[in-house]
T-cell receptor, first 113, second 111 residues
Framework: DGGITQSPKYLFRKEGQNVTLSCEQN?????MYWYRQDPGQGLRLIYY???????QKGDIAEGYSVSREKKESFPLTVTSAQKNPTAFYLC????????????FGPGTRLTVL | GDSVTQMEGPVTLSEEAFLTINCTYT??????LFWYVQYPGEGLQLLLK?????DKGSNKGFEATYRKETTSFHLEKGSVQVSDSAVYFC??????????FGAGTRLTVKP
């Protein structure tokens, strides 16, 4: 089955530590995205990538970093510079950047202790 | 900028009741419109979409019609089930631009 996987499902981090969230897709999609979801709010775009070795900042990129070394992988690092990192993080992909439909992974819930 | 506004929740209904979740949008171009559903602890799933004015998207008994004159894309279902309990997100996308999501509406259906 094709799809998007995110790991881990739950992640705990101490303040001041960097942490990396995994996102893998086997849909052969060129475009990938990271969103942050906070309670009672919609999704906010952190970073997106159109193709391998290319990525662009979204609305709330400060305190985050990404890489796109492989088509199927788009890991997100939450750095210690992110002031309020506790949230639900969702990865998505689409065939190309301009394609309407995005497909989402199951999400990772990050809690900073 | 492009944005979506959807009705605040939570919405609580009894099984077999009629559901309407309102969604209105603001866009500079001609957006595609979407409804996504999020079940507890999961990612978002595309429920339905419409790409031009007067199109009706439908799936699993849910429907929404793209109304350009009222800039709306309200979600409806004639008879909800307990399994429909979830958070519903309205979203839009203008070509070459980002997806914009509403804040989400939590629906709880009681037996």
């Amino acid at each position: 089955d094709g799809g998007i996987t995110q790991s881990p499902k739950y992640l705990f981090r101490k303040e001041g530590q960097n942490v990396t969230l995994s996102c893998e897709q086997n849909l052969n999609h060129d475009a990938m995205y990271w969103y942050r979801q906070d309670p009672g709010q919609g999704l906010r775009l952190i970073y997106y990538s159109q193709i391998v070795n290319d990525f662009q900042k979204g609305d709330i990129a400060e305190g985050y970093s990404v890489s796109r070394e492989k088509k199927e992988s788009f890991p997100l690092t939450v750095t210690s510079a992110q002031k309020n990192p506790t949230a639900f993080y969702l990865c998505a992909s689409s065939i190309v950047l301009t394609t309407d439909t995005q497909y989402f992974g199951p999400g990772t819930r990050l809690t900073v202790l | 900028g492009d944005s979506v506004t959807q009705m605040e929740g939570p919405v609580t209904l009894s099984e077999e009741a009629f559901l309407t979740i309102n969604c209105t949008y603001t866009a500079t171009g001609y957006p595609s419109l979407f409804w996504y559903v999020q079940y507890p602890g999961e990612g978002l799933q595309l429920l339905l979409k419409a790409t031009k004015a007067d199109d009706k998207g439908s799936n699993k008994g849910f429907e929404a019609t793209y109304r350009k004159e009222t800039t709306s894309f309200h979600l409806e279902k004639g008879s909800v089930q307990v399994s429909d309990s979830a958070v519903y997100f309205c979203a839009l996308r203008v070509v070459n631009n980002d997806m914009r999501f509403g804040a989400g509406t939590r629906l709880t259906v009681k037996p």
